[in-house]
C-alpha cells in the first residue's frame, strides 16, 4: 500500500514539475520571436487593407454592371409596353378551362410603366423582370418545348409581371419576336400580337 501512496505522489510530483516548467517557457520568448509576429500581424493588416481595396472596386465594376443590365432591361421593356391583341389559344393546359379561354380570345393588354390595363380594368404599379429561360427549363416548367412555337433557339426571353395586387391576365410571358408574345395564362398559352 505503501508502495501505491508513493508513486501516486511521484506521478503528481512529475506532473506539477513539468507543468509549470511549460508556463515558464512560454513567458520567457525572445525579442526577436516577438518582433516576427507582430510583422506577421503587420503583414497580414496591409494584405487585409488590399484585399478590402480590391473589393470595393470590384462592388464598384459589379454596380457598374447592374445599372447597365438596368438599362439594357429598361429598353426591352420598352419594346414589351404598348397594346396587345389576345388572337388566339396555341394550347390548353386544362381541357376544363377551354370554354372560359375562349373568352379571352380577342381581348386587348396594354402595359406601360406605371400600369396594365385588361378588358376595363386597372392594375397599378406592375413591376416587370426579364431573364432568359431555356429550352430545357420551359420544358420542366410547361411540358412544351420552345419549338412547339415556332421558336427557334436553345432559350427565349421571359417577362414576368407582378404587382401588389392580383392580376388577373397571366403574368408569365415569351417574346417569339419583336411583335409576337407568348402569354401562359391558368395552364394555358395565348399568342398575342402587338397592336
Not at 454596380?63 to 389576345?86: A, M, R, V
Not at 394550347?91 to 406605371?114: H, P
Not at 411540358?143 to 388577373?168: C, H, M, P, T, Y
Request: aromatic content about 10%.
Amino acid at each position: 500500500m505503501k508502495k501505491v501512496i508513493i508513486f501516486s505522489l511521484l506521478i503528481i510530483l512529475i506532473n506539477t514539475l513539468f507543468g509549470c516548467s511549460n508556463k515558464n517557457e512560454g513567458s520567457f520568448k525572445n525579442n526577436d520571436e516577438t518582433s516576427k509576429s507582430s510583422d506577421n500581424i503587420s503583414s497580414k493588416t496591409l494584405k487585409k487593407k488590399s484585399q478590402d481595396k480590391s473589393d470595393d472596386s470590384s462592388k464598384k465594376e459589379e454596380t457598374k454592371s447592374n445599372k447597365k443590365k438596368k438599362q439594357s432591361e429598361d429598353e426591352e421593356l420598352e419594346e414589351f409596353y404598348g397594346k396587345w391583341h389576345i388572337k388566339k389559344v396555341d394550347w390548353y393546359g386544362d381541357k376544363a378551362l377551354e370554354n372560359n379561354s375562349n373568352n379571352v380570345v380577342g381581348k386587348t393588354i396594354e402595359f406601360s410603366k406605371d400600369n396594365i390595363v385588361y378588358n376595363g380594368k386597372e392594375y397599378s404599379k406592375p413591376s416587370y423582370t426579364i431573364e432568359e429561360v431555356s429550352d430545357s427549363d420551359f420544358f420542366k416548367a410547361y411540358n412544351k418545348k420552345l419549338s412547339d412555337f415556332q421558336i427557334d433557339s436553345d432559350s427565349a426571353e421571359e417577362v414576368r409581371v407582378g404587382n401588389s395586387n392580383d392580376i388577373s391576365i397571366g403574368n408569365v410571358y415569351i417574346w417569339k419576336n419583336s411583335d409576337t408574345l407568348i402569354m401562359i395564362k391558368n395552364g394555358n398559352c395565348y399568342e398575342l400580337k402587338k397592336l
